[in-house]
C-alpha cells in the first residue's frame, strides 16, 4: 500500500468548512483546537480559492524531526503520531512544522501550553484501538474500523480527498482530464514554473 | 646561514598557511539520524476485528493487512464520483 495522504482540489472547495466541524464532532477536539482549517486566498475577490489544511502526514516529518524527546512514529500506513504521554509541549514541532499543523490546547489559567495535538488521519494513538482512553486522547480511530478520515469521506464535493495516496492521485487525475483544467494547480510548473521557450532543443554532445 | 630575506619568505609563508586554514569549510548541514520512537508501540488497524466495529462496510480478515488494505482501497472509490455516478 502507498502512504495514506489528503489531496484537496482548490477547484472544486466552497470554502463550506464541512472538513472542520466533521473533524471537530468526529474527534470531539477541544475549544482552541483546530486540527484543520479552510484556508482562503484572495478571499472575496472574484475567482478565489479556497483549501483545506491540515497535518499532511510528511515522508520526511520535520515534526518528528526537532522533536526532542522522540514522542513521533509513522505507522505501516505513513500516518504521523506522537505518545501524548511522551509529549513535553514544548512547541518544537510548530515552530518546524510549514503546515501549522499541531495545536496546543491553552491548557491552564496562564495560558501555558498542553500536550500537542493535531490531524492523527482518523488512526487514533498508541494506545487500545477504540478504547476510551485512545478516544480522550487522540480521537476517533476510524482507520481501525476500516473507515477514512471523517473530513474527507464528509466534503459535500470531494474536493477534499484521504486515504491510499495511489488511489486518490487516481482519482484527482481522472478528475481534472475529465473537466479539462485544474491540472495545472499540481505538478512540474507549479513546482519549477515554465520554460522560457520550451521549443527549445537540448543542448548535444557528451554528458559531462 | 639562513639569511633575513630567507626568513622573512619563510614567515609570510607560513602566515599565508595560518591564514588558509580559516578558510577550511566545514559541513553546514547536520544530517538528520532518525529519532528512535520512545513511546508505547500501536497496534495495527487489520489486527482489529471488523465486526467490532460500528457502521462500517468495510470488510476484512482480522489480521490479514492484505484484505484490509483492499477494505480501505474500496472505500475510497465512495470519493470518486465518476465511479458513483456514472
Known amino acids: ?208 | 646561514m639562513i639569511s633575513a630575506r630567507q626568513r622573512i619568505a619563510a614567515l609570510a609563508a607560513l602566515i599565508a598557511l595560518a591564514g588558509l586554514a580559516g578558510c577550511g569549510e566545514r559541513e553546514q548541514v547536520v544530517v538528520y539520524q532518525q529519532g528512535k520512537y520512545q513511546g508505547k508501540p500501536d497496534t495495527k488497524p487489520a489486527d482489529n476485528d471488523p465486526a467490532a466495529s460500528l457502521y462500517t462496510t468495510s470488510k476484512w480478515t482480522k489480521g490479514d493487512k492484505s484484505s484490509w488494505e483492499a477494505a480501505i482501497k474500496a472505500r475510497n472509490q465512495n470519493q470518486n464520483e465518476y465511479a458513483r455516478v456514472n
Open chain 1, 1 to 208: 500500500m502507498a502512504r495514506m495522504k489528503f489531496i484537496c482540489d482548490a477547484e472544486r472547495c466552497i470554502e463550506c468548512n464541512g472538513c472542520v466541524t466533521a473533524c471537530k464532532q468526529e474527534n470531539e477536539v477541544p475549544w482552541g483546537v483546530n486540527r484543520r482549517r479552510v484556508v482562503t486566498l484572495n478571499d472575496g475577490v472574484p475567482g478565489e480559492k479556497s483549501i483545506s489544511v491540515a497535518c499532511m502526514h510528511c515522508s520526511d516529518a520535520p515534526c518528528m524531526a526537532v522533536c526532542p524527546v522522540d514522542c513521533f512514529y509513522r505507522t505501516e500506513e505513513g500516518v504521523v503520531l506522537h505518545d501524548k504521554d511522551m509529549c513535553i509541549g514544548c512547541g518544537y514541532c510548530f515552530y518546524a512544522c510549514p503546515f501549522g499543523a499541531p495545536q496546543f490546547p491553552q491548557a491552564g489559567a496562564f495560558g501555558m501550553r498542553g500536550k500537542m495535538d493535531k490531524c492523527t488521519f482518523c488512526a487514533g494513538g498508541p494506545e487500545k484501538d477504540n478504547s476510551r482512553e485512545e478516544f480522550s486522547k487522540y480521537g476517533s480511530n476510524r482507520l481501525s474500523q476500516g473507515k477514512l478520515p471523517a473530513c474527507a469521506e464528509m466534503c459535500s464535493t470531494k474536493a477534499l480527498l484521504g486515504g491510499d495516496g495511489d488511489v486518490i492521485a487516481d482519482i484527482f487525475r481522472n478528475r481534472a482530464l475529465k473537466r479539462g483544467k485544474g491540472a495545472e494547480v499540481w505538478g512540474w510548473g507549479t513546482a519549477y514554473g515554465k520554460p522560457d521557450n520550451p521549443q527549445q532543443q537540448a543542448p548535444k554532445g557528451p554528458k559531462s
